[in-house]
């Protein structure tokens, strides 16, 4: 038990040491950067949302360098078919044709960071392989099962454009441990040095910064378990959740009320267990990056939007103002239920 | 014939001596003349007064310059006789081209209940004058005005069946609608007036119904201590506290909240130390495994002591 106590607080030094590394690259995102942390230890995967060129694909190499373990990058097209993640064809010096592995199987169970960008302009049919990839960490090829222990899926999407795009379905969106809106950095200091400063022009020259294997991937499958064994959470903080959950489902029945909204008729899908556990596994890992041996209301709280939000499904009529009024919901729910 | 002209000079003598006396007295006219130069008298309506009438006269007397009038022969305010009084005196002066003119105002009031219309005089009188060691004197002369009986006195009225009375003058109504408007205005504006302040300082009724959770809270955490100090009511009354301070914020307040929670409700803010440590014992109470942790570090007796100084900040605060 001492051992377990001892090798989490020198994990969780390495862990503020990969928030400082990726911070190098990354300026004024300490929010996200810290979710992504959360995110790492609790071996979820991420889908990153926000403006084009705020720096998400610079973000998650800065993150796959501080992992280590192999990095695979997929772009979304509408041409883009689950084989084509799988398998690599091509004719071969002799013009015969070959099929070798593709992106997702060439490291094997080496893989520790597949990047897919602008996920949400790939078809179904690629988000349901994806699916299996994220939920099971294991893929079916050349008439063998492979499996990827360490794998963590970072995939991006922009809400710029609707053309030729296809929306998630509600079931691959659930897979995602976050949904992390990145937007640009506000304070005014930040934004003249990302403008000026030379260090910010040249991507690969900034994430050859970052200090490579931070943390030692293969490591991370046990700590994250680790940390959900040692880290304790209360009846109290249980009950907690629970009202909460019981909140989201029917707003009314916990006294939230947002203007100008039905809350009857508001919620069409409210946080899946899968979505309620993923937040106690966040919050844990939150906890324990705070160095406390007991999760408290405020990890549930700061983590919230981002695990839950997603998961939460309006009814049509409201689904225009979907944003705005989940991020209202989200605040309102807390400052209605009551803890301890 | 001696005897005719002893009579003749007696006659002659006389006559010197009175043309002498008389040649005396205008020689010292003359010379109080060369002071005051006119007394001008301005009576009032000559005729038709009754009893109880004021008259106003006034008189003007131009005098030389350096003259002074001795204020002493002045006719104050008094009675003159029976039924003359002067109630009202004043002098006035102004120069006027190398002159000085003193204008004397009196009010005389009549008090003689006549039966019959006659004159009645006001009698006059001498002022005196000054100009160094000499004293010139102006006579004012009396004037008369004719006053008239209230009512007839031959034939006796009763003889032909009338009546000394008259009939009582009905009292006169006035139109006090406007005043009372005013009136009702003004008492509504005061106890608006009122109210608002009685709001401001909490009096009652706005002191009875004003929505007080700490103290709330500290009657009842005080009620449930009495009973048993237990972990049980111990941990209660942490929950009980927790939705007080959850009222006052209007939201729920986590520990991290504390700081944005006493910058809004900067009364709270001295007792700060004991926000921080109370949330802290809440955490180890209700969140980790260490609930024996919290009651040492804040004890029952300090968990009252708080809730009384929460009570009474927000009693003098709010």
């Known amino acids: 038990m001492r051992n377990v106590e001892a090798s989490l607080a020198s994990w969780q030094e390495q862990a503020l ?6 911070a190098k690259a990354v300026i004024g995102q300490d929010r996200v950067i810290r979710l992504l942390t959360v995110a790492v230890f609790a071996r979820g995967h991420v889908l990153l949302e926000g403006d084009v060129g705020v720096g998400k694909t610079t973000l998650l190499r800065a993150v796959a360098r501080a992992i280590g373990g192999a990095y695979e990058r997929v772009e979304g097209s509408v041409d883009l078919m689950p084989s084509d993640l799988i398998y690599y064809t091509y004719l071969n010096e002799d013009g015969r044709p070959k099929v070798d592995p593709g992106p997702a199987l060439r490291h094997g169970e080496n893989l520790s960071v597949f990047f897919f960008n602008e996920i949400n302009r790939a078809r179904p049919q690629v988000h349901s392989l994806l699916l299996r990839l994220m939920a099971e960490r294991s893929a079916n090829a050349f008439n063998r099962d492979y499996s990827f222990p360490y794998l963590q899926v970072f995939a991006d999407r922009n809400r710029i454009e609707r053309e030729e795009t296809f929306e998630l379905p509600a079931a691959a969106r659930d897979r995602f441990f976050m949904e992390v809106k990145v937007s640009t ?18 991507v690969d020259a900034l994430v050859s910064t970052v200090k490579e294997e931070t943390i030692d991937f293969r490591q991370l499958p046990t700590i994250a378990e680790a940390i959900q064994n040692s ?14 959950w019981s909140a989201v489902q029917n707003p009314a029945s916990a006294d939230v009320s947002l203007p100008g909204v039905d809350m009857a008729r508001l919620i069409r899908g ?11 596994r966040g919050a844990r890992v939150n906890a324990w990056l705070h160095g406390r041996d007991a999760v408290l209301p405020e990890d549930i709280r700061s983590l919230f939007p981002e695990i839950i939000a997603h998961r939460i499904f309006l ?13 209202d919901l989200c605040a309102a729910i807390f400052a209605a239920v009551p803890t301890p | 014939m001696p005897m005719r002209c002893r009579a003749i000079s007696s006659i002659y003598e006389h006559a010197m001596r009175a043309a002498l006396v008389a040649l005396l007295v205008l020689v010292a006219l003359s010379a109080a003349e060369a002071q005051v130069q006119s007394v001008k008298l301005f009576t009032p309506r000559l005729f038709g007064y009754f009893v109880g009438d004021v008259l106003e006269d006034e008189v ?3 005098v030389d310059k350096g003259t002074e009038l001795v204020s002493a022969s002045v006719p104050q305010r008094g009675s003159i006789n029976a039924w003359i009084e002067i109630v009202g005196s004043s002098v006035e002066t102004e120069a006027v081209d190398g002159a000085k003119l003193y204008r004397l105002y009196l009010a005389y009031q009549n008090f003689y209940p006549a039966i019959d219309a006659r004159q009645l005089e006001i009698p006059g009188f001498t002022l005196s004058f000054k100009s160094g060691d000499q004293i010139y004197p102006a006579q004012v002369r009396a004037w008369s005005f004719g006053i008239s009986p209230l009512r007839e006195v031959l034939p006796p009225a009763k003889a032909s069946g009338g009546e000394y009375m008259q009939p009582d003058v009905l009292p006169l109504s006035y139109n006090v609608r406007g005043d009372a408007t005013i009136a009702f205005a003004l008492l509504a504006v005061a106890l608006a007036t009122l109210a608002l302040l009685a709001y401001h300082l909490a009096w009652w009724p706005f002191g009875a119904r004003k929505h007080r959770p700490f103290t709330e809270a500290a009657r009842s955490i005080r009620k449930l201590m009495k009973v048993t100090e237990a972990e049980a009511a111990y941990r209660e009354a942490f929950v009980i506290l927790h939705r007080a301070v959850d009222a006052t914020a209007g939201h729920a307040v986590f520990s991290e909240d504390v700081p944005s929670f006493l910058a809004q409700y900067s009364a709270f803010a001295r007792l700060k130390d004991e926000f921080i440590r109370f949330f802290a014992s809440s955490q180890s109470a209700f969140f980790s495994d260490h609930p024996a942790e919290a009651i040492t570090a804040f004890g029952p007796a300090e968990l009252r002591r708080f809730c009384d100084q929460l009570s009474a900040t927000e009693r003098s605060a709010l």
């Open chain 1, 315 to 327: 009814d049509p009529i409201y689904e225009l103002r979907e944003e705005s009024l989940t991020r």
């Open chain 1, 17 to 22: 040491n990969f928030e400082t590394e990726v």
């Open chain 1, 231 to 244: 880290i304790h959470a209360s009846p109290t903080l249980q009950k907690y959740v629970l009202d909460l």
């Open chain 1, 185 to 202: 950095p506000s304070d005014p200091q930040i934004r003249q040095d990302l403008i000026f400063n030379p260090r910010f022009h040249d």
């Open chain 2, 60 to 62: 003007d007397i131009r």
């Open chain 1, 270 to 280: 409210g946080g899946s267990p899968r979505g309620l556990s993923y937040l106690v």
